[in-house]
């Protein structure tokens, strides 16, 4: 288990920052998958636009909950510490 303790202690820091990044960028990241997806689709014809879709709507979404956008109203935080929500925010769903 000491293995797993110190992974997890090395990559603590590294989440933030992607975290902060993901925030920072996330505009940018949601235009590339978008130019990505479009590609894709081109490229194979429709044949699989439905999975692309699909993809890229996860994708976006696991970004978001990256850059802990847990409320979509637009008040992307950046102040504050990860994983806790700012007071008159909704708590987190189970």
């Known amino acids: 288990m000491g293995l797993v303790n110190n992974l997890k202690a090395k990559l603590g820091p590294a989440k933030g920052k992607v975290s902060g990044l993901?925030?920072?960028?996330?505009?940018?990241?949601?235009?590339?998958?978008d130019k990505m997806a479009k590609t894709v689709d081109q490229k194979t014809k429709g044949k699989y636009s439905d999975?692309?879709?699909?993809?890229?709507?996860?994708?976006?979404?696991?970004?978001?909950?990256?850059?802990?956008?847990?409320?979509?109203?637009?008040?992307?935080?950046?102040?504050g510490t990860p994983g806790t929500t700012t007071p008159g925010s909704p708590p987190p769903a189970s």
Do not use: F, N, P, W
Not at 67 to 72: F, L, T
């Open 51 to 79: 999975r692309i879709q699909s993809g890229t709507g996860k994708a976006k979404d696991a970004m978001d909950r990256l850059a802990h956008k847990d409320d979509r109203s637009g008040d992307q935080g950046g102040e």
């Open 22 to 33: 993901a925030r920072e960028h996330g505009d940018k990241i949601d235009r590339g998958l």
